[in-house]
Structure formats: structure tokens, C-alpha cells
């Protein structure tokens, strides 16, 4: 299942403050950084005897967000969009 989006888009450019034509790319996952505050609370509770210790459980959210890149080709600044909030769907680029 996906949901198609243009490669190409002409939107609304917050720098040049009109719209322009931008390319479109699709964001993967980012790395975790090891000095976020949560990294480094389950590193802490690793310490010492006790053993491994899972993480807290979150609550099971439906779905992912899916994230775009949009670049102007005037400016060639990057700003982010999400697209179709927490879907089941992937997105193509079509
Ligand atoms: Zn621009």
C-alpha cells in the first residue's frame, strides 16, 4: 500500500515567501544520539549487577508519520512536511 506523491511541487517557500518549485525527497529514520535524555537514563540503569533492563513501554500508536524534504530551486533551502499523519501507508514518489 502507498500513497503517491509528486516528485516535483510547487508550494509555499518560507524563505522566499512565495511559491516556488521544489524537489521532493523522502526522510528516513535519523540515528539516536547518544546524549538524549533517555539513552542516557537506560545507560545509567545498565550500570552495575541487575542485568539488562528493557526500556519503558509506550503506548502503541497506529501507524508513522510520514516525513518529506522539500527543497526550493530558488533558494535551495530544505523545510520538512508531514504527510498523511500517523497512516499505515508508505509513501512513493511517483
Ligand atoms: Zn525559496
Known amino acids: 500500500?502507498?500513497?503517491?506523491?509528486p516528485k516535483e511541487s510547487r508550494t509555499?517557500?518560507?524563505?522566499?515567501?512565495?511559491h516556488t518549485d521544489h524537489k521532493v525527497r523522502l526522510v528516513g529514520k535519523g540515528t539516536a544520539s547518544n546524549?538524549?535524555?533517555?539513552t542516557r537514563k537506560h545507560e545509567r540503569k545498565?550500570?552495575?549487577h541487575g542485568g539488562k533492563r528493557a526500556?519503558?513501554?509506550?503506548?502503541k500508536k497506529q501507524g508513522k508519520?510520514?516525513?518529506i524534504v522539500m527543497e526550493?530551486?530558488?533558494?535551495?533551502k530544505k523545510h520538512e512536511r508531514v504527510?498523511?499523519?500517523r497512516t499505515k501507508k508508505k509513501l512513493e514518489l511517483a
Open 65 to 67: 508519520r510520514q516525513k
Open 55 to 59: 526500556g519503558k513501554q509506550t503506548p
Open 46 to 48: 545498565l550500570m552495575g
Open 35 to 38: 546524549m538524549a535524555i533517555g
Open 12 to 18: 509555499y517557500c518560507p524563505t522566499c515567501k512565495t
Open 72 to 76: 526550493c530551486n530558488i533558494c535551495k
Open 1 to 5: 500500500m502507498f500513497m503517491k506523491y
Open 83 to 85: 504527510i498523511g499523519a
